[in-house]
């Protein structure tokens, strides 16, 4: 079986979605997060197209008509981060995933609730009711399961100060991509590093303690058990 996803990033350059200091944009964040996924995917086998390159900007129904022209897609993944309402910064934070209608067995809320377990695992911060559901375009007029997922407020400081950490977008790229694996049905298909990264976030431990960690008698189990939060 060969899966085909195509990831979404965000708006495009010149876009001025962006946090209050200017030192966050919108449009890059989710280009660097497609990338990031991208290779994690590709790792795998899973065919990777992408509805836009660094320096595109299409209209939504051009992402829609590239999603639709895949034969057979799997699944589309556009990727943003949110914004609260208001000039300056604000104190709303933390991700949620959104679909175009409930329907709790429905492709795309299976797909949702797949990333969402990723996130929950890994203990990235999330919204009230953090699965919601919008007829954004790219959600409604894209034939295959879709899922926007907004990771965190640029308006939030605290927040994009996580969200320009090159650790924790790995770590964040990470459990999306093994959302969408797990979706589609490859089990735990990241490994071992995967196990590191989550302990790593969800104990905030350095690289040279997981070694120490790593180098005991069973080691590598114990990373597991904590890593799948046992
Ligand atoms: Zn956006």
């Known amino acids: 079986m060969q899966y085909h996803v195509c990831l979404d990033p965000g708006h495009g350059p ?20 497609a990338q990031r996924i991208a290779r994690l995917l590709r ?23 590239i999603a639709n022209g895949i034969p057979k897609l799997s699944l589309f993944v556009s990727l943003h981060s949110n914004a609260a309402g208001g000039a300056g910064w604000n104190e709303a934070h933390g991700h949620m ?3 175009s209608a409930p329907g ?28 919601r559901h919008q007829g954004f375009a790219v959600l409604r007029d894209t034939i295959a399961a879709a899922v926007l997922l907004e990771h965190g407020f640029h308006t939030n400081r605290e927040e994009v100060a996580m969200l320009k950490d090159s650790d924790f977008r790995a ?26 990264a989550r302990v790593a976030l969800r104990f905030g431990l350095q690289e040279e303690t997981l070694d120490y960690l790593e180098a005991y008698p069973f080691g590598k189990e114990l990373l597991h058990k904590l890593a799948e939060g046992r």
């Open 171 to 196: 770590k964040l790229a990470e459990a999306d991509a093994r959302g969408i694996l797990a979706y589609l049905g490859f089990p735990c298909a990241l490994g071992q590093e995967a196990d590191r």
């Open 97 to 99: 995933l959104l679909t």
């Open 14 to 33: 010149g876009c001025a979605n962006r946090s209050p200091d200017g030192s966050f944009e919108e449009q890059a964040f989710a280009m660097d997060m």
């Open 43 to 65: 790792a795998q086998g899973v065919m990777v197209t992408m509805t836009r390159s660094a320096s595109e900007y299409p209209s939504l129904q051009k992402r829609c008509q």
């Open 104 to 131: 709790e067995k429905a492709e795309r809320n299976r797909a949702a609730g797949a990333i969402l377990a990723e996130w929950k695992k890994l203990g990235i911060p999330l919204r009230p009711n953090p699965l």
